[in-house]
């Protein structure tokens, strides 16, 4: 939903930071090894495998990316996959590799239990309590404030952040309504994007009209889905940053 909004025609000389089907629930947790030859051969595409890696891997360096990016730009599309929790407390986001290895390699994941989310609906024993924080906010508040002070940590290095306050598409450009999952997973969203921003006070945030959230199924360059979406919502997040930030250029936007 984020990364589409970016051709390469439209970024001129900047480095971008995205961090693709990370739970921000599992952000402080980052540090096992355990996972990575597995990721490395399994069938999933290139795509797949580095968002996997980052996710798991001891070897990736947030802060070094970060302290390298001009700007770094948040979506929470990604919560909606969930987190697993491991014998010792580790977390790891249960994206579709994960979750894939889960299944055919569970010897790998010995221990570990499914803690929030899943499209086809529930969301572990994590959503839905009707006192108290969640733990999965508990989780996702802790990853978050772990970013802040990377971010923070940075100094004059620190990006531009912004944070792309998008939902899922409440119906598609056909004129069928959205998911059911989805339509209830904003509601959760419309909780998480505050919180993040009042932990990391980002430099801009780019909020959508309803009518801009329309899936499309027909014609986009990825398969139909809630955060595939019509013409008209890729062109809100770049001109925002060119006129807020002056980063992007505007040489499309006529």
Not at 62 to 82: H, M, N, P, T, Y
């Amino acid at each position: 939903a984020t990364r589409d909004a970016f051709p390469d025609h439209r970024v001129v000389n900047y480095k971008i930071g995205y961090i693709a089907r990370s739970s921000m629930a599992a952000l402080n947790s980052c540090g096992t090894r355990a996972f990575d030859a597995a990721i490395t051969a399994s069938n999933m595409d290139n795509f797949e495998k580095r968002a996997a890696l980052r996710d798991c891997s001891a070897a990736w360096n947030l802060e070094q990316e970060l302290a390298e990016s001009d700007i770094f730009i948040v979506d929470l599309l990604s919560e909606r996959k969930g987190v697993a929790a491991g014998p010792n407390g580790e977390l790891v986001s249960r994206s579709w590799l994960i979750r894939e290895l889960m299944e055919k390699r569970p010897e790998l994941f010995e221990g570990y239990i499914p803690e929030s989310g899943n499209e086809g609906g529930g969301f572990g024993g994590l959503f839905g309590k009707k006192t108290g924080k969640s733990r999965y906010m508990q989780l996702f508040e802790e990853g978050v404030t772990h970013l802040a002070k990377i971010l923070d940590n940075l100094g004059e290095r620190r990006p531009k952040v912004v944070v792309n306050e998008v939902y899922f598409a409440h119906m598609y450009d056909n004129g069928t309504r959205g998911e059911v999952w989805a339509t209830s997973f904003n509601k959760h969203l419309a909780q998480l994007y505050p919180l993040f921003s009042e932990i990391v006070k980002p430099d801009l945030s780019v909020r959508y009209p309803k009518s801009e959230l329309v899936g499309r199924k027909i014609g986009h360059r990825w398969d139909p889905a809630p955060f595939h979406f019509t013409v008209g919502y890729y062109e809100r997040l770049p001109k925002a940053i060119w006129n807020e930030l002056g980063y992007i250029t505007n040489q499309t936007f006529a």
